[in-house]
């Protein structure tokens, strides 16, 4: 099965920091310019929230401080000026429809 | 706007049966895949199951092949999950979601349901 691993585990950021997230894919999620990857926003108590797919293409409506990117087996999630509602849970899934559906374990960005 | 809400959970003894529901409402809800994502206490997420439109695709997790059927009746925009010799480990909070693949084909869970908490324990 594919497994997919996320660091670090949790970060401490205060507001305004660049705060950034990597997943790593235990095998080839793309093909050609395709990245299947995407990135949730988890706030307490709350569903999950899509925030980028394809690895770097902004869910509608999402601010743009959030960015992605990465190919092939690592990816990465960027948060730049981190805002008050940006503390939460970031997890990343792999969407290859090829693959079992798997999600990182988390990164919890806590204020410092 | 579009809505999923999750129905049915509870407390059930280990070894028991539960049939969660998911009511769908905004959408043609017979264009979409669906999924069930669960989420243990204080853990992460775990993909469950999907079954395609039309039912033509299914697939499940390792973790839970056999104990549980997931199905849909379109009529009445609802998704199911049926889930049998539950175990401690079930326990969880378990979404509905709506599985987008027109961006790229890739499975993309654009909206969730709040969650309908399932514990198993005697």
């Known amino acids: 099965d594919i497994q997919m691993t996320q660091f670090p585990s949790s970060v401490s950021a205060s507001v305004g920091d660049r705060v950034t997230i990597t997943c790593r894919a235990s095998?080839?999620?793309?093909?050609?310019?395709?990245?299947?990857l995407a990135w949730y926003q988890q706030r307490p108590g709350k569903a999950p929230k899509l925030l980028i797919y394809?690895?770097?293409s902004l869910e509608s409506g999402v601010s743009s401080r959030f960015s992605g990117s990465g190919s092939g087996t690592e990816f990465t999630l960027t948060i730049n000026s981190l805002q008050p509602e940006d503390f939460a849970t970031y997890y990343c899934?792999?969407?290859?429809?090829?693959?079992?559906?798997?999600f990182g374990g988390g990164t919890k960005v806590e204020m410092k | 706007q579009v809505q999923l809400v999750e129905s049915g959970g509870g407390l059930v003894k280990p070894g028991g049966s539960l049939r969660l529901s998911c009511e769908a409402s905004?959408?043609?809800?017979?264009?979409?895949?669906m999924t069930w994502i669960r989420q243990a206490p204080g853990m992460g997420l775990e993909w469950v199951a999907y079954?395609?439109?039309?039912?033509?695709?299914?697939k499940y997790a390792d973790s839970v092949q056999g104990r549980v059927t997931i199905s849909r009746d379109d009529a009445k925009n609802s998704l199911y999950l049926e889930m049998n010799t539950l175990r401690a480990e079930d326990t969880a909070l378990y979404y509905c979601?709506?599985?987008?693949?027109?961006?790229?084909?890739?499975?993309?869970?654009?909206?969730w349901g709040q969650g309908i908490l399932v514990t198993v324990s005697s």
């Open positions: 079954i395609g439109s039309g039912r033509r695709f299914i």
């Open positions: 095998q080839d999620i793309s093909q050609g310019m395709t990245n299947w």
């Open positions: 979601g709506r599985v987008d693949r027109d961006r790229d084909s890739g499975y993309y869970v654009d909206t």
């Open positions: 394809g690895a770097s």
């Open positions: 905004g959408f043609t809800f017979s264009d979409y895949y």
């Open positions: 899934q792999q969407a290859n429809s090829f693959l079992p559906l798997a």
